[in-house]
Structures are given as C-alpha cells and as structure tokens.
C-alpha cells in the first residue's frame, strides 16, 4: 500500500475479516502510509483518521468485544468509501 486511497479500500476490505494477525499485518502497514501522509496534522488527525477507526473496531469485534459504537463506525465507513472514490 501506497496512498490513503489504497488504505481505505483496505479498511473496507478487513470487516469481512476473521484472522486478527492479518488484520493486525495490515494496519501495521497502512500506520506507515498515514504517518507519511503530507495530510498528516498530528496525532489527533492520525488517531481519528476514518481508516484507522475501522480497523480497531475490527479488532475490537475479533477480540470478543462486540460491535464498536454504531455511528462513529458509519461515519468512519462512509469516509472511507469516499475516500476509495
């Protein structure tokens, strides 16, 4: 992965997932795209960004934890999707 386009349809990709180290592999791999990113506005922007927001609501749903907060991940998930566009 290269862009945050790429990243988004990756996080996309993952809520069908069902191995939490691949899952894991590749957030460690789209950490490195979006701490690169020219975007990059400091930790809150890097914490909050729509893609990293699904995949730790993925991780939270494979670790037993149950769904994460229903619209944080709506709004995460439709960001995303625009962001694939």
Not at 16 to 34: F, H
Not at 39 to 57: C, I
């Amino acid at each position: 992965m290269k862009t945050i386009k790429e990243c988004a349809q990756a996080a996309l990709d993952m809520q069908e997932a069902c191995n939490l180290s691949g899952v894991l592999a590749t957030w460690m791999n789209v950490r490195d795209v979006l701490n690169a990113s020219p975007e990059r506005e400091g930790t809150h922007w890097f914490n909050n960004h729509p893609v990293n927001q699904l995949f730790a609501s993925k991780v939270h749903d494979l670790c037993g934890m149950g769904f994460s907060d229903g619209v944080a991940f709506s709004n995460a998930y439709e960001s995303c999707k625009k962001l694939v566009e």
